[in-house]
T-cell receptor
Framework: DAGVIQSPRHEVTEMGQEVTLRCKPISGHDYLFWYRQTMMRGLELLIYFNNNVPIDDSGMPEDRFSAKMPNASFSTLKIQPSEPRDSAVYFC???????????FGPGTRLLVL | SQQGEEDPQALSIQEGENATMNCSYKTSINNLQWYRQNSGRGLVHLILIRSNEREKHSGRLRVTLDTSKKSSSLLITASRAADTASYFCATEASGSRLTFGEGTQLTVNP
């Protein structure tokens, strides 16, 4: 039974480049969450979707960040243009309605030079 | 700002000892969850306690919840070196989002 899948696992890019992070939630889960983890700010919720619809994007830092969920099995988080302060580990998590437990992917470690 | 604040930030114990971590939060909640994160990995759910529960057990884990004090504790008994990880509390209030604490880094020395 596959868990949440994220790609890439590691990304190194230069400032100003576009970065796209990808997530495949667990089949049957209708909630999807994007988090960012840094030493300074801990684990922050960026945005979450329910049935592919964005519900709360209040954690998205600024317009450089965007997220989409075109179908139930795929979501992207895009940063354009990237900046060094975006360096962090980005996690995707999913859960099903009625089940409060969130299941996390392995994360994408992003380094913006 | 983080809903949960965890105490201590770091804890170092010997194998076989018990480890206790505390979490405080600010608003009313539906449930409180504890997650574990090994270095370089994603978070893994450990245990959930609902707002109408006071104590819950799962294997070597014991969680308590005091809603009057807005606090919870996680006890790991008979710790093992493999328990070395960061432990996070997370609260669910209204809606579907979880708010995570800053975590406790537990080191269990063999």
């Amino acid at each position: 039974d596959a868990g949440v899948i994220q790609s890439p696992r590691h990304e190194v890019t230069e400032m100003g480049q576009e970065v796209t992070l990808r997530c495949k939630p667990i089949s049957g889960h209708d909630y999807l969450f994007w988090y960012r983890q840094t030493m300074m700010r801990g684990l922050e919720l960026l945005i979450y979707f329910n049935n592919n619809v964005p519900i709360d994007d209040s954690g998205m830092p600024e317009d450089r960040f965007s997220a989409k969920m075109p179908n139930a099995s795929f979501s992207t988080l895009k940063i354009q243009p990237s900046e060094p302060r975006d360096s962090a580990v980005y996690f995707c998590a999913s859960r099903r309605t009625g089940g409060p437990t969130q299941y996390f992917g392995p994360g994408t470690r992003l380094l913006v030079l | 700002s983080q809903q949960g604040e965890e105490d201590p930030q770091a804890l170092s114990i010997q194998e076989g000892e018990n480890a206790t971590m505390n979490c405080s939060y600010k608003t009313s909640i539906n449930n409180l969850q504890w997650y574990r994160q090994n270095s370089g990995r994603g978070l893994v759910h450990l245990i959930l306690i609902r707002s109408n529960e006071r104590e819950k057990h799962s294997g070597r884990l014991r969680v308590t919840l005091d809603t009057s004090k807005k606090s919870s504790s996680l006890l790991i008994t008979a710790s093992r070196a493999a328990d070395t990880a960061s432990y996070f509390c997370a609260t669910e209030a209204s809606g579907s989002r979880l708010t995570f604490g800053e975590g406790t880094q537990l080191t269990v020395n063999p």
